[in-house]
């Protein structure tokens, strides 16, 4: 079954590579969609595909990379679009 994650990672999660690990962690997985920082010092993340591979991501998450140190994950599940051909990177003016 194909589900959708919105997830918020807050804690020490920018500049430490939690984007390019996320990044990493989800193609690996098969994931489609997207991770970003966000002005308030939290990571964004939207991925979607089958919900034990969302579940496996959304467990690297509330870990990190090495050197971050996660606070907090929330998580909320959305409807599945399939609108995403890849998961990738992507960037918020601030």
Partial sequence: MDARAHVF?????QGVFFRDHTRRWASSLGLK???RNVYDGR?????EGEKGKVESLIGRLREGPPISRVENV???WEEYTG???E???TYTSF
Avoid: C, L
Avoid at 43 to 47: T, Y
């Fill in 74 to 76: 929330e998580v909320t």
């Fill in 87 to 89: 998961f990738r990177v």
């Fill in 43 to 47: 990571v964004e993340v939207i991925a």
């Fill in 83 to 85: 609108e995403f051909s």
């Fill in 33 to 35: 969609g997207w991770v």
């Fill in 9 to 13: 990672v807050s804690g020490r999660v």
